[in-house]
């Protein structure tokens, strides 16, 4: 068994993969690997190029660079890591922006008229831009007296992500254990971790004072909360950091992605993307599942 893989992931399942394949296998074998047979996990969509003698990081990193990822290139995501404990037994992922499309305290905001600030903050929290705890309570604030109802509202216009449901099940399935941590609130995160099937839910509670939204109670869930989430569930369960995966798509998630065995930006903000080790920028959530070595008659639903 090789060493190491590259996974190529393309958005589109009726784009030429192979085309792809075949550059990125020349652009490993110039840098003096020694490349095993390509494997398809799904036909057309996905592959495999086992390989030895040759660092992940700077595999991953020529491939990109030949294949102008991320600037003008396909719409193919390539991650390259060691093969050994390739299939991950705890997940721990993100919510807005990641499992479900949406930013809550956006929709929140749309339905109370003021989603302009909100989604500025929101954004330049998301880019590193603002410190996470300070970011929230501010645009706690901006809903404080506004009436409770728009939490169910907001809910209903919740949008999973394309191939999240398949992600937990199928790791689910295979032994893992999934977590579902936000920044946001757990009036959200409690349903959506329901219905997409994760073991555990953590995010932080919106304080509500005679039918109004009256601030966030501490402490307040932020990055450090997630990266220590990671350590202690991995330690409660007996499992290395190498046996875990993180994603999600903001700067408070790149702690917890840069400490796990297989750390994924989803989708990510342009500050975050390029700090964290791996990255989906296009295909759906089931690219992480591929890059675990999972086929696709394997994915669940």
């Not at 994603?247 to 065995?261: Q, R, S």
């Amino acid at each position: 068994m090789a060493a190491s893989v590259l996974t190529l992931i393309s958005a589109d399942p009726g784009g030429d993969v192979q085309s792809w394949a075949d550059v990125a296998a020349r652009a490993l074998e110039r840098l003096g690997a020694r490349l095993g047979t390509a494997d398809w996990l799904a036909p057309n969509h996905a592959v495999d190029l086992p390989f030895d003698d040759l660092d992940p990081d700077q595999a991953e990193a020529a491939v990109r660079m030949k294949l102008k990822l991320g600037f003008d290139g396909p719409l193919v995501d390539a991650l390259a890591q060691p093969t050994a404990n390739r299939r991950k037994r705890l997940l721990l992922s993100d919510m807005e922006s990641t499992v479900i499309a949406n930013e809550m305290l956006v929709e929140i905001a749309k339905l109370a008229g003021i989603e302009k600030p909100v989604a500025e903050i929101t954004r330049r929290t998301m880019n590193d831009e603002l410190d996470f705890a300070t970011a929230l309570k501010e645009r706690v604030r901006l809903l404080r007296e506004r009436p409770a109802r728009l939490l169910d509202d907001a809910a209903k216009r919740i949008r999973i992500m394309d191939g999240a449901q398949a992600m937990v099940a199928t790791m689910r399935r295979h032994g893992a254990f999934a977590v579902l941590i936000s920044g946001g609130f757990t009036v959200f995160a409690d349903p959506v971790a329901h219905a997409l099937g994760f073991d555990r839910a953590f995010a932080n509670q919106l304080l509500i004072d005679d039918g109004k939204i009256a601030g966030v109670a501490e402490p307040i869930l932020t990055r450090d909360s997630k990266l220590e989430t990671l350590t202690q569930t991995a330690a409660t369960r007996g499992l290395a950091l190498a046996d875990t995966l993180a994603i999600g798509d903001g700067a408070n998630d790149l702690p917890m992605i840069g400490a796990a065995g297989l750390g994924i930006a989803f989708h990510s903000h342009p500050n975050v993307a390029p700090r964290a080790r791996h990255r989906i920028d296009h295909a759906d959530l089931t690219a992480a599942l591929y890059a675990q070595g999972y086929r696709r008659d394997e994915i669940v639903g």
